[in-house]
């Protein structure tokens, strides 16, 4: 079955903190993973995304990290702000043309940040 | 430039009652992929249209269905709707069957009583 699960439910962080969101999947190979921003009201939104062949990805304050071995992938906030206060949700795209286009997505998690 | 826009914004339906949601994705991008996102369940990959055909479908019963018209832009309807149907349902559109980028729109939100 193809999982991505997502860890934790719920964040919450002081302003100028470090977030840190994981992922982890099993079972299948995946070729992209990109991880979305979502406030309330709206859609998901792109934030960042890295493929299987790199360790590292970095824009901005956001940094994806990459253990292909493991199969986990995590997502770092530095310096975190108020304004980054979302849910957001990693995600995967299955390898293999019956799986083209589909993308599967993490629970999701809420990530408040303090002032 | 204009992001995927997604009508209405509500829908409120009754059980059994047939809902059709639309979806007009960004300029020049042919493909449209559905999901739903329920309270509790993450987004689920629905359906995936690119140049007027369906590509490749979720695991969803055959009550939801689509299609994508000339313009690329696609339709989600949804028949005999049951209460677990309630829930946001996204669109979201890429540039063609390689990309795998998918922007998405802001949904519409299904109450079904």
């Known amino acids: 079955q193809q999982q991505v699960k997502q860890s934790p439910q719920s964040l919450i962080v002081q302003k100028g903190g470090i977030s840190i969101i994981n992922c982890a999947y099993e079972n299948t190979a995946f070729d992209y993973f990109p991880w979305y921003q979502q406030f309330p009201g709206k859609g998901p939104a792109l934030l960042i995304a890295?493929?299987?062949?790199?360790s590292e990805k970095k824009e901005g304050r956001f940094t994806i990290s990459f253990n292909k071995s493991a199969k986990q992938f995590s997502l770092h906030i530095m310096d975190s702000q108020p304004g980054d206060s979302a849910t957001y949700f990693c995600a995967a795209t299955p390898h293999g043309s019956s799986n083209t286009g589909k993308l599967i997505f993490g629970q999701g998690t809420t990530l408040q940040v303090k002032p | 430039e204009a992001g995927v826009t997604q009508s209405p914004t509500h829908l409120i339906k009754t059980r059994g009652q047939q809902a059709t949601l639309r979806c007009s994705p960004i300029?020049?991008?042919?493909?449209v992929y559905w999901y739903q996102q329920a309270l509790g369940l993450g987004l689920q990959f629905l359906l995936w249209?690119?140049?007027?055909?369906?590509?490749n479908r979720g695991n969803f019963p055959p009550r939801f269905s689509g299609r994508q018209f000339p313009n690329y832009s696609s339709e989600l309807n949804v028949n005999a709707l049951e209460l677990e149907d309630s829930a946001l349902y996204l669109c979201?559109?890429?540039?063609?069957?390689?990309?795998?980028?998918?922007?998405f729109g802001p949904g519409t939100r299904l109450l079904v009583l």
């Open positions: 890295i493929r299987p062949d790199v």
């Open positions: 249209y690119d140049e007027g055909e369906e590509r």
């Open positions: 300029s020049g991008h042919t493909s």
């Open positions: 979201a559109s890429s540039p063609g069957r390689l990309q795998e980028t998918q922007y």
